[in-house]
């Protein structure tokens, strides 16, 4: 019997300290973009985003993540100061469809259910795999860019609506109950490609983008209103600095742990 009531012991503690487990939940918040249209953070154009999260906890420290996300991003020239956007006059949005996986790390110990350990900031790194599709508005009518190759893209060599990219994110969680928790935390996304908002080098060869996407092409590469402005292979854009996706996100999740104790069967007197 005392072999019985030690083993009891030593699993209440097992679970106390592993907290193995699942959380699963969902997530709301807003999502911004930097880049060639949006250089800096600018509170007037951010978007909507959510998704779902499924996360396995290997300890009190560690954890493997999985979210599904959706985020909309854009930005507008005509909304910047810079005398050279607003010339430029581009504008695009486009809705993120995401999947990404990352190793999550607790600062402090973290124990669902915990009287004392109910709260830790957090980090995580992964990578993401997400869809994009950069529209431009025009009278009121959205029309899709990658099509129209506006940088001169021929076939092939327009750029792909599926990229990748490095998964970062900041956070902190706080445990309402051994059930419940919630998280809030700052991501980030630096993606692969430099067109998720269709600019990163320079005017096209206005002839070539007719033959290929005819005046609509011609129209969406410079929509520019200034006389001269955009002549062929002026920059349109910067190639050297990568597009960003950010998100901030508040989370519930439900946890779903168990006990990882040995069978009482295999105690051996």
Request: glycine share 10%; proline share 4%.
């Amino acid at each position: 019997m005392k072999k019985i009531g030690f083993l009891f012991i030593i699993c209440f503690a097992l679970n106390a300290s592993a907290q193995k487990g699942w959380e699963i939940g969902g997530w709301l918040g807003t999502a911004w973009y930097t880049g060639d249209i949006v250089p800096t953070f600018d509170m007037s154009q951010i978007g909507p985003a959510a998704g779902i999260v499924a996360k396995r906890n290997f300890n009190e420290r560690l954890s493997l993540t999985s979210q599904f996300n959706y985020a909309r991003i854009g930005g507008d020239d005509a909304k910047s100061t810079n005398n050279f956007q607003l010339q430029r006059n581009l504008n695009f949005v486009t809705n993120i469809f995401e999947w990404s996986p990352s190793l999550e790390f607790n600062f402090f110990p973290y124990f669902h259910g915990s009287q004392t350990e109910y709260f830790t900031p957090y980090v995580y790194v992964g990578f993401s795999v997400f869809r994009f599709n950069p529209k431009s508005t025009h009278n009121d009518t959205k029309t899709a860019l990658q099509p129209l190759g506006t940088e001169g893209q021929q076939g092939v060599s327009r750029y792909r609506l599926v990229t990748g990219g490095w998964a970062y994110g900041i956070g902190i969680k706080y445990d309402f109950n051994r059930d419940w928790s919630i998280n809030a935390a700052i991501n980030g996304r630096r993606a692969v490609s430099d067109y998720l908002d269709d600019v990163s080098t320079t005017y096209p060869n206005y002839g070539v983008v007719q033959s290929n996407s005819g005046s609509e092409g011609v129209f969406f590469s410079n929509p520019s209103p200034v006389d001269g402005f955009g002549e062929t292979g002026t920059q349109r854009g910067d190639s050297k600095t990568a597009d960003n996706i950010f998100m901030f996100s508040v989370s519930i999740l439900r946890y779903f742990g168990r006990l990882e104790c040995p069978p009482i069967s295999t105690i051996k007197n």
